[in-house]
């Protein structure tokens, strides 16, 4: 017996112990120090410690999360695709929804979008981490740079200033900003890019003070404008403007500031001209760059301008679409100008108008709603009307009605199918250890021997088969 009463001693000492390990390993695996230093320990099922999320949704239509039928994600707009399911991490419910493209993400209650796969969530967040430090780095290099200019105009001997080191080091810190200004944009940083902007502006203006400072030496001045309207331009034509708000204000801005640095390299060209005179060896020379970085300079602006112009046209067009629907008053221009605003919310840079839009488009989805009659359910679409429907299926209405789905809102999820070429939803009682449906990897394991967890896991993948069909 006492051996028996020891080994059970041992056992409850090495369960403590790994207790005890298990505990502290928690505790630092969710702590973080916060700005002002101090380490405090957050909550579990905090939303930045489950590694699926990448990012939030938007534009539901003034619908709660779990109510919402659809979302805009990453430039994207995702429509529900009806099936339900489990976050692998803390559990916390989802539901699929699907891009035009065929992309699926998830969302959970708090407008978190998870990703459909741990392998999607792995490389947005080694993504954002990778871009993160990048733009680190290039921002250390921007601010270096910054303080070597001012260092070197702070202690000039201003009775003989050394003006070419004086505008080289403004040119250097004006294109690190630059640099950094790219990397903040890659890493959807949009305060940042704003930030570099500013500040590469305030270089490149001080470059073009300090090469017109001695108007002796026309010749390098002119130089180092074209050298430098040269480098922006470069970067300014490789920028590849996509259809949300953060591409539209990098495209615009880079171009802005070609436009500004070709105008500089015009006015310092016409300078060197004057300066080496009429009919001397570099007159003709710098007349024709002056006229080229003219031409570049409108180029750069009407580039800039149109790219602006995407965001104030879709906000013309919203209000206009909202003067129609004030003024007729039918449903169909209402919900025209419902998305009308939900397209302009998505390339409105401001916060302030992304939030008015997405206002003014939730009001418009209310009228475009048409009265209600006593179907049961609300709205005009009878339970007689969805029998009717090709993809009418016992289980999906069922399933679709019990989280709270109207009538008229499950036909246009079937009607949206069907558009797909996918026919009825067949549900099946899934077993509890079910995760995300789509991802079998994502399945929580419950309590149990090991054979009744992969009896679980086959049945769990079996009802996913049959859901994804």
């Known amino acids: 017996m006492k051996e028996v009463d020891d080994l059970n001693k041992a056992i409850a000492e090495t369960t403590a112990a790994a207790t005890s390990l298990l505990q502290k390993s928690h505790v630092k695996a969710y702590t973080r120090t916060t700005a002002s230093g101090a380490t405090v320990q957050v909550k579990e099922h905090d939303d930045s410690r489950n590694p699926n ?28 695709t009806g099936k339900e399911g489990t976050s692998n991490h803390d559990g916390r419910p989802v539901r699929e929804f699907e891009a035009d493209d065929g992309h699926r993400v998830w969302l959970d209650h708090h407008a978190n979008v998870h ?3 741990k392998e999607e969530a792995d490389e947005h967040h080694k993504g954002k981490a990778d871009s993160a430090k990048e733009y680190d780095n290039k921002r250390q290099d921007a601010e270096k740079a910054s303080a070597a200019a001012d260092k070197h ?30 990397a903040a944009h890659r890493a959807g940083d949009g ?10 502006s305030v270089h490149l203006g001080a470059g073009q ?31 590849k403007t996509e259809h949300n708000a953060h ?29 080496s005179g009429f009919g001397s060896e570099h007159f003709d020379e710098h007349i024709e760059s002056s006229n080229f970085h003219k031409d570049k300079a409108k180029e750069h602006g009407s580039k800039a301008v149109d790219i602006a112009g995407v965001a104030t046209k879709a906000n013309d067009k919203a209000y206009a679409a ?51 009659e006593d179907t049961g359910r609300g709205g005009k679409t009878t339970l007689a009307d969805l029998k009717k429907h090709p993809n009418w299926s016992e289980s999906d209405h069922q399933h679709l009605k019990s989280k709270g789905y109207s009538h008229d809102e499950i036909k246009d999820i079937w009607d949206r199918d069907k558009a797909r070429g996918n026919g009825p939803l067949e549900h099946k009682k899934a077993p509890d250890t079910v995760g995300t449906v789509s991802d079998p990897n994502h399945f929580k394991k419950s309590s149990g021997s090991d054979d009744d967890l992969k009896k679980a896991t086959d049945e769990a993948i079996a009802a996913a088969g049959t859901i994804l069909e």
């Open 53 to 80: 999320i990448i990012g939030q949704a938007t534009g539901m239509n003034d619908k709660a999360p779990e109510k919402a039928t659809s979302f805009n994600h990453n430039g994207k707009e995702y429509q529900s």
């Open 115 to 117: 990703a459909d796969s």
């Open 153 to 182: 105009q702070a202690g000039m001997n201003w009775g003989k200033p050394d003006m070419k080191k004086l505008q080289a080091l403004h040119h250097d810190a004006a294109k690190k900003h630059i640099d950094a200004m790219e």
């Open 191 to 200: 305060e940042a890019m704003r930030d570099h902007y500013y500040k590469a």
């Open 209 to 239: 003070s300090a090469g017109t400072f001695n108007r002796k030496d026309a010749e390098h001045n002119a130089k180092a404008q074209s050298d430098m309207a040269e480098h922006i331009g470069k970067i300014a034509d490789q920028h």
């Open 247 to 275: 591409s539209l204000n990098h495209g615009a801005s880079i171009h802005l500031l070609a436009a500004e640095q070709h105008r500089r390299a015009q006015d310092a060209h016409s300078h060197a001209a004057n300066q």
């Open 322 to 372: 909202s003067e129609k629907a004030k003024r007729s008053g039918k449903p169909e221009d209402h919900k025209a100008a419902a998305e009308a605003h939900r397209e302009a919310a998505k390339l409105d840079y401001d916060s302030e108008g992304k939030a008015d839009h997405e206002a003014k488009a939730a009001e418009h989805d209310k009228k475009a709603k048409p009265a209600k």
